[in-house]
């Protein structure tokens, strides 16, 4: 019927209308958001090419804040990495976020500090730093920065006083402990932790050279007499019987119980047997100079071939065999100068002995061959007066500590490139005004990467801890 198919086909249009809608305002989906590829900001505080320590501990501090612009930063995905070679066991693929002080790690930033077991070495550096946010679009930028040879990093205050001069430093061979003569006591200090660990009072006046024999757990210590220290228990033992006025101290290269003795007032060499604990000999040395002599310095090439003496009134240094007790050479000029050192230093190999020429024309570091006992160079450092001198494990760095020459002229110290024979670096020697600062003996760590520099200001010892970043060799 036509009348039926007319209706059907109005039903059909009214479900379509149904189905469709017929509102005029019908919300649309709106497309996605394009996807996250901005890598996060990224400021850089620190290193920077005039700022890399922020606390005056002469280390790198790594400080960077960052944000992003879509997402949050992924604190887990930073990294930082040298490009040069480290001084430890850290490599130019390590992420130094998990090596050197992670002081804090968040959405908003870094600061990371170096530490002296991976340190990073002199001159231009570069680090890596790179973070990513949590859509993984990473920053990565490359931070060039300048480091100086060496630097002060603290200063131990050891609480001890006196008016006497700090006369020598020493650090044992597993660089555990260290040892300083101030005044009539042996302080203890451990170089790790940079803490006195002990102050032992002597039996006598102030002390001069200390030499170790870790092997029997002994110090001896010149004064008044040889004086015998425990390693272990960190007490005094004894004078060494029949021992007198010593200073300087040695130990025999070819026969590990027999020391050496630079004795006062006679100037004469002492033996003393550690062992049988007891002054065994001495070499008779004429001294027409003075009527008293001192001898401040021993040192002994291997096999106790030649014995190097430091003369305090008569000047120079002495060329002794002490097996035979026989004077080989007087080494008293350099050049046509006369000089006085009371401080000098031997090479590993033994092949030069390095001067501290108090009193010369020109003061500064003489280079003595022990071949042919001569003076073969000379470091004109006429401004200053040295005072002690040390090399580095590496032998390539020599630090100079020097005392005031007069008022106008104030004291510094010095780091030496000993191929080059040519200063590298000053370090000065602040003291508030009216004070007298005296810097003395240095003592290199074994691991090279420290140094300790005993001083007075006053009458009052510190000791000053010094970064030396040398490259690996």
Same mark, same amino acid.
């Given at each position: ?47 920077? &090419? ?25 604190? #887990?995905?930073?990294? !930082? ?32 500090? *170096?530490? !002296? ?23 990565? $930028? ?24 700090? +006369? ?42 200390? /030499? ?13 007499? !040889?004086?015998?220290? &425990? ?7 004894? +004078? ?39 002054? /065994? ?10 009527? *008293? +002599? ?26 002794? $065999? ?9 080494? *008293? ?30 003061? #500064?570091?003489?280079?003595? &061959? ?47 490139? !000993? ?50 970043? +040398?490259?690996?060799?």
């Amino acid at each position: 019927m036509p009348g039926g198919a007319g209706l059907v086909r109005t039903l059909s249009l009214i479900a379509v209308l149904s189905a469709g809608g017929c509102r005029s305002d019908r919300i649309t989906k709106p497309p996605p958001p394009p996807p996250d590829t901005t890598p996060p900001w990224v400021q850089v505080l620190s290193p920077s &090419d005039t700022l890399y320590d922020l606390n005056a501990d002469g280390l790198v501090d790594v400080s960077l804040t960052w944000r992003d612009s879509a997402g949050a930063i992924d604190p #887990g995905s930073a990294r !930082v990495r040298s490009l040069r070679p480290l001084n430890g066991p850290a490599d130019t693929t390590s992420n130094l976020v998990h090596i050197w002080r992670l002081v804090r790690v968040d959405t908003a930033g870094l600061l990371l500090r *170096e530490t !002296v077991d991976n340190l990073l070495p002199d001159g231009r550096n570069q680090l890596e730093v790179s973070v990513a946010d949590t859509a993984g679009n990473r920053f990565t $930028d490359t931070l060039t920065f300048d480091l100086p040879h060496a630097a002060l990093s603290t200063t131990i205050p050891t609480g001890a006083g006196s008016v006497s001069f700090p +006369e020598d430093i020493v650090i044992d061979s597993a660089g555990r402990r260290g040892y300083m003569t101030a005044g009539t006591a042996l302080l203890v200090f451990d170089p790790e932790s940079l803490r006195v660990v002990a102050l032992i009072p002597s039996m006598g006046s102030d002390l001069g050279d200390v /030499v170790l024999d870790e092997a029997r757990g002994a110090a001896y210590v010149g004064e008044g007499r !040889v004086e015998k220290y &425990d390693l272990r228990t960190n007490t005094y033992v004894e +004078e060494v019987p029949g021992t007198y006025g010593t200073q300087g101290l040695a130990f025999s290269r070819a026969n590990s119980q027999l020391l050496y003795a630079g004795e006062a007032f006679a100037g004469y060499l002492g033996y003393v047997d550690v062992v049988a604990n007891a002054h /065994v000999d001495e070499m008779v040395i004429p001294h027409p100079y003075n009527p *008293e +002599e001192f001898v401040p310095k021993l040192a002994v090439l291997a096999g106790d071939t030649k014995l190097y003496m430091a003369r305090y009134w008569q000047g120079g240094i002495l060329v002794i $065999d002490p097996r035979a007790k026989q004077i080989l050479r007087h080494v *008293e000029t350099v050049g046509t100068s006369p000089f006085y050192a009371t401080q000098f230093v031997l090479s590993r190999n033994d092949g030069h002995l390095y001067i501290a020429l108090r009193d010369a024309d020109p003061r #500064g570091v003489a280079d003595l &061959d022990t071949f042919s006992d001569s003076i073969v160079r000379v470091l004109d450092l006429s401004e200053y007066v040295p005072q002690c001198l040390q090399l580095s494990p590496s032998q390539r760095r020599l630090f100079l500590t020097t005392t005031p020459r007069d008022s106008q002229v104030p004291a510094i110290n010095v780091l030496i490139d !000993v191929q080059r024979w040519a200063v590298i670096q000053f370090f000065y020697q602040p003291a508030p005004p009216g004070v007298l600062r005296i810097d003395g003996p240095i003592a290199f760590r074994p691991d090279g990467k420290l140094f300790f520099v005993a001083r007075t200001l006053g009458h009052t010892y510190f000791i000053d801890v010094y970064l030396n970043r +040398e490259p690996k060799a």
